[in-house]
């Protein structure tokens, strides 16, 4: 038999559904059509109503759904986080099984599932077809790491925060507070701490290991991950769009897919400022500051002296102090959500204030921002410490015994990077990684090559 033609060999990709996941997902999606592949990209159906997947029915990428057992309200309908993940397992699987056997019968069957680790149930799903089954992490390398060892029971925590530091290959030497969350604190959200687990549950079944990072900026965890990982890892990343990489992807000019409403005032705002000047801040798409915290941020802010531009989601607008907009006139723009990249490409910004998320991060670095730090929880305690120790683009700020980030800490670490001498070597060292993330998708780069050896692997297991 001929081996398949590229366009129909179809790929099933299913992504964990927060905004966090499904953009470097969506992203990797358009890679693949770009080879020739034919992606279909299933989100719930409560983030599809959301969301609006019509926006790219141009494209060519379809669009599907499956089930998470609460499509109506999402997130929101379950009783907890625990409850949440038991549905979306449940539902998840039987829906995915119905949409696999769904397509059996077109002229265009599943080849392969391409599924966020965080759902192991899918590379379940796909063995009960003979389909292949592609694991995709959304995490930086050290993190998926560090929650190997964890499954496997080979991490060696210290017993308090003063104890010796933590040494895993491939990473620099960890205290406990650089550690992911669900480690350092813990008994903190056990089913999620039980799902990042479980991402290692199955994967040696997987016929791929896909890394949304790039081989160089991480080349040394990734080396150690793959001497234990069976198949070995290919790092397909960033995942940002292409217009600010190679500019190979027609269009590609956002991620397309957002949970929220993108505020358009953003970029006229940064137009009028001079460049360098501006203090970028936000917290990602699931953050949530208490009000004294809020407080803090802003009158840290304020204290700069630096314009800002800060984006706060509208469920957490209440917190912002009273008349705190209006006192800052047009020294500040408060905005309810805007295209990150954008605003990050912008020459207005000299600085990202972050809570450290993995996109977050890595567009930061893509784009050559330097970065204060201020981690919530989960993978970005130990993001921020590669940012400042590692890749030496940005400072980690101190926690106050009350767990408050106080004024005059956000205040010094903003003054640090805009400043200080020690940002003026964070600016200087930041294109360093914007040039080795545009080498590593462009044609010939490590991130290409894997890419294209994918592709070809499965053009030969689809025959």
């Known amino acids: 038999m001929e081996e398949k033609a590229k366009n129909s060999v179809h790929v099933l990709v299913i992504p964990y559904p ?21 992606p279909t990209f299933a989100t719930t159906k409560f983030i ?14 379809d669009f599907n759904t499956i089930s998470d057992g609460c499509d109506q309200g999402g997130f929101l309908e379950a009783n907890d986080i625990n409850d949440y993940l038991v549905r979306l397992q449940a539902a998840g699987s039987r829906s995915l099984t119905e949409l696999v056997v769904k397509y059996r019968n077109t002229p265009h069957p599943i080849d392969c599932i391409l599924y966020d680790a965080f759902l192991p149930w899918a590379l379940d799903v796909a063995k009960q077809f003979g389909l292949v089954g592609a694991a995709f992490f959304t995490q930086a390398c050290a993190v998926n790491y560090i929650y190997y060892c964890a499954h496997h029971g080979v991490l060696s925590l210290p017993v308090s925060s003063s104890a010796a530091p933590i040494a895993i290959p491939g990473l620099p030497l960890l205290e406990l507070r650089d550690m992911p969350s669900f480690i350092y604190v813990a008994g903190s959200y056990p089913s999620y701490f039980e799902m990042v687990l479980s991402q ?5 079944q997987a016929d791929f290991i896909l890394v949304n990072t790039f081989y ?36 590609d000019k956002d991620y397309d897919l957002n949970l929220f409403k993108l505020d358009s005032t953003s970029t006229h705002w940064l137009t009028s400022k001079t460049p360098g000047s501006v203090v970028y801040v936000s917290f990602g798409s699931m953050a949530n500051l208490s009000i004294d915290q809020m407080e803090e941020l802003a009158r ?57 998320g993995w996109n977050s991060t890595i567009e930061a670095l893509c784009l050559g921002v330097p970065m204060v730090v201020m981690p919530q929880w ?11 120790d590692v890749w030496k683009v940005g400072v980690r700020v101190e926690v106050g015994e009350d767990g408050i980030v106080s004024r005059d800490e956000i205040e010094g670490c903003i003054r640090q990077v805009m400043e200080a001498e020690r940002g003026k070597a964070m600016k200087e060292n930041a294109p360093k990684w ?30």
């Open 378 to 388: 989960t993978d970005q305690t130990t993001d921020a410490k590669l940012v400042q």
């Open 200 to 204: 290692f549950s199955n994967v040696d």
């Open 18 to 38: 927060s905004q966090g996941h499904i953009n470097p997902m969506l992203q990797f999606s358009k890679r693949l059509s770009s080879k020739g592949l034919k």
């Open 48 to 61: 599809s109503q959301t969301m609006g997947p019509e926006l790219l029915l141009g494209s060519d990428i």
């Open 300 to 356: 840290g802010l304020k204290k700069t002296g630096f314009d800002f531009l800060w984006v706060v989601r509208s469920s957490e607008i209440a917190k912002v102090p009273d008349g705190f907009a209006e006192e800052m006139g047009d020294r500040a723009l408060i905005a309810n959500w805007i295209s990150q990249t954008e605003v990050l490409a912008h020459e207005a910004v000299g600085c990202f204030f972050t809570h450290g």
């Open 434 to 463: 914007k040039e080795l993330s545009v080498e590593a998708v462009c044609e010939g780069g490590s991130s290409d090559k894997n890419i294209d050896g994918f592709v070809s692997k499965i053009l030969t297991q689809c025959k």
């Open 216 to 251: 160089k900026l991480e080349q040394e965890v990734v080396d150690s991950m793959s001497k234990v990982m069976t198949p070995p890892l290919l790092t397909i990343g960033p995942t940002i769009p292409s217009v600010y990489l190679d500019q190979k992807l027609e269009n």
